[in-house]
Antibody, heavy 121, light 110 residues
């Protein structure tokens, strides 16, 4: 059964770069899937950040495009998120997930358990 | 792109039905049959309940059903049970490799 697990720093200072990694187990990063990052600010809704294909091509939400990078390490079955110039508004639970349907994101499943990242000095 | 619009809350008594709407535009919900619905219990990751408008993953009770008309998609939960109390989010493909989520609806079982 495919499982995803987020890891990384849970506390980031303002203006610095948030870095998270998602490790895939019970399977590999391959196939017609989008390997995705989604976040949820405290008490708020879900927000799509971006995704990457197993080819390494990445696509980002227009809201984050200027400061986000998603990359892939197929040898480790990991994909990563970097979000630069963070502010308190970037405090959120960050989820990694696999989406079916390639670019359509038609079915996001499974999800990681989520990791809380707090932006504070 | 803007978030899809959902009612903030919905409720029903056990055994009743509740329907949640998800309103977008012709550029997202109305333009593609790639609407999905997610259930989220407090402190947990979301779980897919419906995908591609009306398809149900294995293991999801058939009390959950989805539909779409024009720019509005809907999730109906029939025969409400206590464990259905959760937040529900819709999501849609929005063209040009973009996705968009709904604002979320808190479902309460009275």
């Amino acid at each position: 059964q495919l499982q995803l697990q987020e890891s990384g720093s849970g506390l980031v200072k303002p203006s610095q770069t948030l870095s998270l990694t998602c490790t895939v187990s019970g399977g590999s990063i391959s196939g017609s899937y989008s390997w995705s990052w989604i976040r949820q600010s405290p008490g708020k809704g879900l927000e799509w950040i971006g995704y990457i294909y197993d080819t390494g091509s990445a696509y980002y939400s227009p809201f984050f495009r200027s400061r986000v990078t998603i990359s892939l390490d197929r040898s480790k079955d990991q994909f990563s998120l970097k979000l630069s110039s963070v502010t308190a508004a970037d405090t959120a639970v960050y989820y990694c997930a696999r989406a079916s349907g390639y670019y359509t994101g038609s079915r996001i499943d499974p999800w990681g358990q989520g990791i809380l990242v707090i932006v504070s000095s | 792109q803007s978030a899809l619009t959902q009612p903030p809350s919905a409720s029903g008594s056990p055994g009743q039905s509740v329907t949640i709407s998800c309103t977008g535009t012709s550029s997202d919900v109305g333009g593609y049959n790639y609407v999905s619905w997610y259930q989220q219990h407090p402190g947990k990751a979301p779980k897919v309940m419906i995908y591609e408008v009306s398809k149900r993953p294995s293991g999801v009770p058939d009390r959950f059903s989805g539909s779409k008309s024009g720019n509005t998609a809907s999730l109906t939960v029939s025969g409400l049970q206590a464990e259905d109390e959760a937040d529900y989010y819709c999501s849609s493909y929005a063209g040009s490799n973009n996705w968009v989520f709904g604002t979320g609806t808190k479902v309460s079982v009275l």
